[in-house]
T-cell receptor
């Protein structure tokens, strides 16, 4: 089946630093990648949509200068949380539409803790 | 954009009994309705999905029904087992204007299987 590999699974960083999260589609080409954020005991909220080779589209209320998304290839998208603050601590999850089964495949998530 | 409501927020059933989780959506043009299972600290895992051209789909102990007129869809799990304990999310495409859309998720149902 379609697999999206997400790394790291957990990361702790200091306030003011930046953190990069990677998502790779292992056995299909991900023309479009989605990034979600999930706070504890809450649902997933769409942050942005990235299409390979073009600028990402951000949902209302999501700061594009804080959450930098790069989708330079059909198998790799990255999310960089810049100048992280404790309120950015969350579970970040990527997802891609699989050209194999046209369903949404999710990565395993990254637990970001900003101290 | 789509609005998805999910009920109940918590559901406790005896092992072996059936569990039903219900969702409603707002956009009559939505055409894809997945259900995800999420275990603690992990990304969502697709368990079943349905497209708007069918009213029911079944996969072993899991079934999904769709009522397009009423704009609601339900997840049915029969013969529940302890490993079914998790948080379940329903979802629908955020926008129905065509193209690749991210998903709008319900708030989730914490399913507890009592031994």
């Amino acid at each position: 089946g379609a697999v999206v590999s997400q790394h790291p699974s957990r990361v702790i960083c200091k306030s003011g630093t930046s953190v990069k999260i990677e998502c790779r589609s292992l056995d299909f080409q991900a023309t479009t990648m989605f990034w979600y954020r999930q706070f504890p005991k809450q649902s997933l909220m769409l942050m942005a949509t990235s299409n390979e080779g073009s600028k990402a589209t951000y949902e209302q209320g999501v700061e594009k200068d804080k959450f930098l998304i790069n989708h330079a290839s059909l198998t790799l998208s990255t999310l960089t949380v810049t100048s992280a603050h404790p309120e950015d601590s969350s579970f970040y999850i990527c997802s891609a539409i699989s050209t194999k089964n046209y369903g949404y495949t999710f990565g395993s998530g990254t637990r970001l803790t900003v101290v | 954009g789509e609005n998805v409501e999910q009920h109940p927020s918590t559901l406790s059933v005896q092992e072996g009994d059936s569990a039903v989780i219900k969702c409603t959506y707002s956009d009559s043009a939505s055409n894809y309705f997945p259900w995800y299972k999420q275990e603690l600290g992990k990304g969502p895992q697709l368990i079943i999905d349905i497209r708007s051209n069918v009213g029911e789909k079944k996969d072993q102990r899991i079934a999904v029904t769709l009522n397009k007129t009423a704009k609601h869809f339900s997840l049915h799990i029969t013969e529940t087992q302890p490993e079914d304990s998790a948080v379940y999310f329903c979802a629908a495409p955020q926008y129905s204007g065509g193209g690749a859309d991210g998903l709008t998720f319900g708030k989730g149902t914490h399913l507890i299987i009592q031994p």
